[in-house]
């Protein structure tokens, strides 16, 4: 079947089998491997994208269900060479190790701040209640979350 | 991983859906948020050879209300009834037992219509719907029939609905005003409930006590009869058959299931999210 | 000759990751995501395995599976049967008659055992031809019990005869006096959980074989010399066939050490079918097929005064092995080197035996039989403090050993390098406001507040990068380019800890190169031939003392340079950090840099930096837990830790290893476990059964600092990497046990699940032991 629908502002058409998972569309076919795929049953969040800004597991969305609606990923976010300030905060606090939660972590993390721009802590951890990451213990995400918060909110939404 | 194939249309409109319903019969299964079936599906516990998507089925979605009632399109996302200003005034139960349902990124997807029709007896908008004395709109080829959610929950993931019905929308009654409780037990966070309670006017219900959603209905005859919420309480798990697995044995699902309904009929609520 | 030294030294700064500007834009690039030109038209490896925990495998019936879109081949053990079967490691210690397949021959021996392998065209047509192998089980009595493998009536390996793999010392050497003469004396046994390291990363494989005969593997790995010795072996050639490339590692945590059986066979795939092939495990195949964690049961006795003085402590350990043994089966060894830690007690004793099982095999999982050793240490102190009526802190003051700063050795062998264990002690209560807490605690207990208050303390020490035989060791070149940047090669296999940032901070330290320009490269066995890999906290200790090592002989090297271009004598330079060059004492304007110094010839050193031993990181942490008393429910309010590791090199990456070591330890007090049915079925192969610690379970924690150096580089580094497990273990479960030790709970076994919790206090009440 014939999909439409944008990535990262640029307009992709879709050949592929029904069942095709969005998240094997965006990594095979638009080479985007930046969200990766962590486990089977829709719990670990390394695969989440934005879809029309709001963050969802891509694993769990069949590209024909994504027509003509906008993909976000991480590669997305900034400009070639620029950082996000989600991005940035994540780097400053050291909110990734071994980065392969990170993509992920930092999509949730910026639908996050686009629906609660002043989180408290309590808040951001419920809020990446979907985004396992195993390397850092989360404190320093949930400090990154913080730190990118306290930035202009406006600079923060996707 | 990868979902056994299947051939895959989009339903333009609701009697379209309920027209590709009736030619596909139980080779079909609909798809409106897939966070209940596509999940299965990968797991190839469940393999339909036909999806008929009603995500873009606009008339499905949207929260409206009458003067006793609001009504929920079936697939209003699970995010949308948390942070409806309308669904938080008048039946706040329901917005944050939404609000409660997996992770925020399930939230944005998943809908009311796709969990009731899953039917999972852990689950947190079953139990709300059973406690608000909810009535679901089921439409078929013939037209359209309202089952009170009592009757819509049949057994383990099985549901009143007809191979050809299209579970449509779901109305509560509107109680502005009138305390509640809401309470839901998980060793972790994005956890079904190992139980749960949910209690409003005189109404109790419980998740995960057997292979439905159950109203604790000698805690309810209780509390009609003067008790106090801890008296009644006490009666929480008559009439239940609650499970038996890794996270807790029956004994101890129906000393929570106590707990809980003492909780929620005290009108305490369980982590908030949509505050 | 002094050098002039930076104003100010990076060593001991926060410096900000040079990694993390790739890995939060477009991605880590790990196995399932490299490109090359060799995995051009690369085939899809897909594993059938065993639905069963024991069984004779009866016919495998291909043909269904031959004949579905998109299969190129359907190989069975039958298939394997000439490449050698794979030998057990350390045959002299562990049973060698207890050989594993390629893929399972004659037998499966737990649940996710490969029997076969489906190759298909496509990344989707994997799994709909994997259900099509039909294969016939013979099902055979499950041994899941760890005394069922003892017994040995079922006997996993008919060559062996025996459930047995090793035995460390036994019941024999124990002396029935050992406790004569302590007036208080508790025994129990306790259980330290098996657990899934679940990195997020699954185990991948990606195969080529050229022209040449050579084989180039993306692997992630923790060591890729190691992994291509292993992958040469099982694949019957020689090292020099083989090429490992370790791509970005989605974490590892001691799961991912050299190679699986999987590995290989998705290398004899490529060669049968003359194409590259690719494999990626799925989460379920990961927490069923990657090896577990930790599946010890200790029984623990420990006897001394009643006012406090522990005079007598055994330890008998039977390490659940798995089906297959792998290294987990050495780790009783490690538990007793450990067995008695930061503590001077009079007699001790440990044994252990290790038995294979019908379940995944068990390997190395952070701390590697130190957490078991110091878990075990701390349950036998909280039992023996409450038995004398007190306080748990004190008990461990009373009796930790002295400060040293010259090595010490306990009675099980381990050389301690330095150490100051209370004053760990007294700076974590001190952070953590001991006295404030236990206020706070009898306040909930004489209100009979619902959510009581519970405080676990533990101090431990463990040992980080012994060597494996020989003394420990690693090895780096440093090289610096004519424009100015540099290239540092390491033999260590960072997988998150910050590698490329921290070796370049060593260097640019001695060479006055700035951080960003360096390159540092690692886990490519061409470019890289010899390495120890990253695992057991050796890394900083020996890799990074390696880089500064190499750094200070490049300097030598070019200071001769330096010399014969400044018609100088190589007595009268200093280098010259700031600028990076040398300049003739007294004379400025005389200089040459560092990097004109390899215009004519190549400027570099390769050098080996050996370590006198193993190094001993201590510290002490205290855990905060409220247990709701309705439900039994745990939550885990604060975790306070000192970590000592020697001289910090980076602060924040010294602290995202401990935050980490913590989150899992932790987890593994309240939360994970791999569970099995009496038939080894596994119950817990998914995340949403495995329930792997989120965010929202843990609070921030609090680090406070300590350094003591050691002498055993100049770095005076210890390793890190594992000591926030070793500590947050027990720290937790004596919390939580202590939040309702006021009702006569005594112990609780990992992990202290809400239902446990809530029967213990029923017990208690009951008036029976806590159960």
């Known amino acids: 079947m014939r999909v439409e629908f944008t990535v990262n502002g640029e307009p992709r058409s879709a050949d592929v089998e029904p069942r095709t998972l969005l998240v094997h569309f965006l990594r095979e076919q638009c080479g985007l491997r930046a969200a990766n795929i962590g486990c089977d049953t829709t719990s670990c969040g390394a695969c989440t994208v934005l879809l029309d800004g709001e963050s969802v597991k891509s694993c769990t969305v069949l590209v024909a269900q994504a027509a003509g609606q906008e993909v976000t990923t991480a590669e997305g976010l900034a400009p070639p060479g620029e950082l996000h300030p989600v991005q940035r905060a994540f780097r400053a606090e050291h909110g990734l190790q071994c980065g392969f939660c990170t993509p992920g972590m930092v999509m949730a993390s910026v639908s996050l701040l686009a629906e609660n721009p002043h989180p408290t802590e309590q808040q951001v951890r419920e809020g990446l209640e979907g985004n396992l990451c195993r390397c850092t213990g989360y404190h320093n995400i949930v400090r990154a979350v913080l730190t990118a918060a306290a930035s202009d909110p406006a600079e923060v939404t996707a | ?275 | 000759m002094e050098e002039a030294r930076h104003l100010m030294s990076i060593l001991g700064t926060r410096v900000l990751r040079t990694e993390d500007p790739r890995f939060l834009t477009t991605g880590g690039v790990y196995t399932e995501d490299v490109t090359d030109e060799l995995l051009t038209g690369a085939c899809h490896v897909f594993f059938v395995r065993s639905p069963v925990a024991h069984a004779q495998i009866g016919r495998i019936d291909t043909s269904a599976a031959l004949g579905a879109p998109g299969v190129l081949a359907v190989y069975t053990g039958a298939d394997l049967a000439g490449l050698p079967a794979i030998d057990v490691m350390m045959p002299g210690l562990l049973n060698e008659r207890m050989r594993r397949r390629l893929l399972a021959t004659g037998k499966v021996r737990f649940v996710g055992d490969p029997v076969a392998v489906v190759v298909t065209e496509h990344l989707y047509q994997g799994e709909d031809a994997v259900e099509l192998v039909d294969v016939d089980y013979d099902p055979l009595p499950a041994v899941v019990d760890l005394d069922d493998a003892l017994h040995g009536e079922v006997i996993l390996f008919d060559e062996a005869g025996t459930n047995v793999v090793a035995e460390f010392g036994n019941e024999a050497s124990l002396k029935p006096d050992l406790f004569d003469g302590c007036e208080a004396v508790v025994t129990a046994t306790i259980i330290n959980q098996r657990v899934a390291p679940a990195p997020m990363e699954a185990r991948a494989a990606a195969a080529a074989w050229g022209e040449d005969g050579r084989l180039t593997a993306w692997i992630p790995n923790q060591g890729a010399q190691g992994t291509r010795e292993d992958l040469a072996k099982l694949l019957g050639v020689e090292e020099a066939q083989v090429r490992v490339i370790t791509p970005d590692v989605g974490g590892a945590f001691g799961a991912k050490f050299g190679a699986d059986p999987e590995h290989a066979v998705v290398a004899w795939v490529a060669r049968q079918l003359g194409r590259p092939a690719r494999w990626t495990e799925s989460r379920f195949e990961n927490l069923i097929a990657m090896t577990h964690g930790r599946g010890q049961r200790h029984t623990i006795t420990i006897g001394g005064s009643r006012d406090g003085d522990v005079q007598a402590y055994r330890l008998q350990i039977v390490q659940d092995g798995g089906a297959y043994p792998k290294i987990g089966a050495v780790l009783p060894f490690l538990t007793i080197l450990m067995a008695v830690g930061p503590y001077q007690i009079p007699k001790a004793e440990a044994i252990g035996v290790s038995v294979v099982t019908n379940t995944t095999p068990v390997g190395a999982y952070r701390g590697a039989g130190r957490p078991e050793a110091t878990a075990a240490l701390e349950r036998a102190f909280d039992l023996f403090a409450a038995e004398i009526g007190m306080d748990p802190a004190e008990v461990r003051r009373r009796n930790l050993l002295p400060p040293f700063t010259e090595p010490h050795q306990t009675a099980f062998g381990a050389l301690y390098d330095s150490g100051d264990y209370a004053a760990a002690l007294d700076k974590a209560l001190d952070s953590a406001g001991y006295a404030e807490l236990r206020a706070e605690q009898a306040r909930r207990r004489a209100s009979g507040d619902p959510h009581q208050l519970g405080i676990g303390v533990s101090c431990y020490v463990e040992i980080t990068g012994g060597g494996d035989g020989g003394p420990p060791k690693e090895n780096a070149t440093v090289e610096v380019h004519p424009d100015g940047t540099a290239t540092i090669l390491t033999g260590t296999s960072p997988h998150g800890q910050g590698h490329s940032t921290a070796w370049a901070m060593i260097a640019s330290e001695e060479l006055g190169i700035p951080v960003e320009n360096f390159t540092v490269r690692w886990g490519d066995t061409d470019l890289i031939p010899e390495g120890g890999g990253t695992g057991g906290s050796r890394s900083l200790q020996q890799g990074g003392a390696a880089v500064q090592q190499a750094s200070r002989e490049l300097i030598d090297v070019a200071r001769e340079r330096a010399a014969a271009a400044l018609e100088a004598s190589a007595d009268d330079l200093r280098f010259n950090t700031d600028r990076a060059a040398f300049e003739v004492a007294g004379d400025p304007e005389a200089s040459v840099r560092l990097a004109d110094l390899a215009k004519e010839e190549r400027l570099f050193v390769h050098t080996i930096f050996t370590a006198p031993g193993a190094t001993f990181p201590f510290g002490t942490h205290v855990a905060v837990a409220e247990v709701d008393t309705q439900t039994g429910k745990a939550t885990l309010r604060r975790v306070i830790t000192v970590d000592d590791a020697g001289i910090v090199l980076n602060p924040l990456l010294a602290e995202g290893q401990r935050h980490g070591g913590i989150a899992q330890g932790a987890a593994q007090a309240f939360l994970e476990e791999v569970v099995y049915d009496a038939d080894g079925n596994p119950l817990t192969a998914s995340f949403a059964d495995y329930p792997i610690v989120s965010a929202t379970e843990l609070p921030s924690f609090e680090l406070a600092s300590m350094e003591t150096p050691t002498s055993y580089n100049p770095l005076g580094v210890k390793g890190i990497g594992e000591a926030g497990t070793i500590g947050a273990t027990p720290a937790v479960q004596s919390a939580i046990v202590d939040a309702v030790g006021h009702l006569g709970v005594r112990h609780i076994d990992m992990p202290a699940t809400p239902m446990r919790i809530w029967r213990a206090m029923q017990a208690a009440n009951d008036g029976l032991e806590g159960a």
């Open chain 2, 1 to 275: 991983m990868i979902p056994a194939s299947f051939d895959y249309v989009a339903a333009d409109s609701t009697s379209d859906a309920i027209g590709l319903l009736a030619e596909h019969g139980d080779d079909a299964k609909v798809l409106a948020g897939g966070h209940s079936l596509l999940p299965m599906m990968k797991l190839r516990l469940a393999q339909p050879s036909v999806l008929i998507d009603i995500g873009r089925v606009f008339e499905l979605a949207g929260i409206t209300a009458t003067a006793d009632e609001l009504i929920i399109g079936a697939t209003t996302r699970h995010a949308a009834l948390a942070s409806s200003e309308l669904v938080r005034a008048d039946a706040p139960l329901l917005a944050h037992a939404a609000s409660l349902v997996g992770d925020p990124q399930i939230r944005h997807r998943g809908t009311i219509g796709g969990s009731l029709a899953h039917a999972d007896p852990a689950a947190d908008l079953p139990m709300a719907v059973v406690a608000l004395g909810g009535t679901l709109t089921l439409s078929g080829p013939s037209g359209s029939r309202q089952v009170p959610a009592d009757e819509f929950f049949l057994g383990y993931f099985e549901t009143a609905l007809a191979e050809d019905e299209l579970l449509t929308s779901v109305r509560v009654p509107r109680r502005p005003g009138v305390p509640w409780g809401y309470q839901k037990f998980v060793r972790r966070a994005n956890d079904w409930a190992i139980v749960g309670a949910a209690a409003i006017a005189g109404r109790v219900a419980l998740a995960n006590m057997g292979p439905m959603p159950l109203r604790a209905r000698a805690a309810e005859d209780a509390l009609a009869g003067g008790a106090s919420a801890a008296e009644a309480a006490r009666l929480a798990a008559e009439g239940t058959s609650a499970p038996e697995d890794i996270h807790a044995d029956r004994a101890y699902r129906e000393h929570l299931a106590r707990v809980l309904t003492e909780r929620a009929l005290k009108h305490r609520s369980s982590a908030a999210h949509a505050d």
